[in-house]
């Protein structure tokens, strides 16, 4: 076999061709060595990126876990001071609270203290809000028959009006007493053209006309101006016992227990005022008031 000789020219190829590799395997290894420490460089910050987060969760997560258990620990110490407020202090609160309602129920029963009986609330009620007589039917000591509603007549009459039992022998008497008191007054100062009287019986089964009429005569009425009458139905009774808020129970010897007033109905028909039976004089000095 032959060989060519080596000429210059043949050196100086292969060292360029020997250069230029190394050159390229340099800059192969070069370049991946660039990539590799990028990726790494990603996967560092990607961890030091969650390491954070992940830290500051923690500490989110343990701040909220103490709020939460400053709370708790504050509430449990209201409750345990509150306690012991209570069963320091919790009988004499009670009582207070119980004092102050009883306080209240009382204004509210008295109308701000103003009355102390029924009669007295009935009072101060009955003239703040007037209130119309029924329709309720009555029958008088001749036999005539009317409607309570229409006590006023065509020509608008105040009424006193009382309620009795013809058999009574003691409120009763007070109350017949005072009207025959009234009778006499208003015919001498002018009034009995203006103002009537009615006395009811809430005893219809014994205070018949007759027995009604009968009565009128010893109280020497005027039939003109005092008329006497009862419910024509019994009925009735109740309802018309409820209008006046008069109560009226057996005594058991035949007899009946009651409350009573002088009630002024005026010339619309309708409950205005109430007088004690005692005094009537307070009653016509407000008549010549007006």
Request: charged letters at 15%; one cysteine or more.
């Amino acid at each position: 076999m032959h060989t060519a000789p080596l000429t210059r020219e043949h050196g100086t190829a292969i060292a360029a061709t020997t250069a230029a590799m190394a050159t390229s395997a340099t800059s192969a290894t070069s370049a991946g060595t660039g990539d590799a420490v990028a990726a790494a460089t990603v996967i560092g910050t990607t961890a030091t990126a969650t390491a954070t987060a992940t830290a500051t969760a923690t500490a989110t997560a343990a701040n909220a876990t103490g709020a939460a258990t400053a709370a708790a620990c504050n509430a449990a110490g209201a409750a345990s001071r509150w306690r012991h407020f209570l069963r320091g202090w919790g009988p004499a609160l009670a009582m207070c609270a119980l004092a102050l309602a009883g306080l209240l129920l009382f204004d509210h029963l008295t109308r701000s203290f103003k009355a102390v009986t029924s009669d007295g609330v009935r009072r101060i009620d009955m003239a703040r809000t007037p209130r119309a007589l029924p329709a309720i039917e009555l029958v008088d000591s001749t036999g005539a028959h009317f409607s309570l509603a229409d006590i006023a007549g065509a020509g608008g009459q105040t009424t006193l009006i009382t309620l009795v039992y013809t058999y009574c022998v003691d409120i009763c008497r007070t109350t017949a007493s005072g009207q025959a008191y009234l009778q006499q007054e208003l015919r001498a100062r002018g009034l009995d053209n203006h103002v009537r009287q009615l006395t009811i019986s809430f005893d219809p089964w014994r205070d018949t006309p007759q027995a009604l009429r009968a009565y009128a005569r010893s109280m020497k009425a005027d039939p003109l101006r005092w008329r006497f009458a009862t419910v024509a139905d019994p009925a009735d009774l109740a309802r018309l016992l409820k209008v006046f808020e008069v109560v009226v129970l057996p005594d058991g010897q035949g007899g009946l227990v009651h409350n009573g007033a002088i009630f002024v109905a005026d010339p619309h028909g309708r409950l205005v005022q109430t007088y004690d039976l005692d005094r009537p004089d307070q009653a016509l000095a407000d008549l010549l008031l007006d």
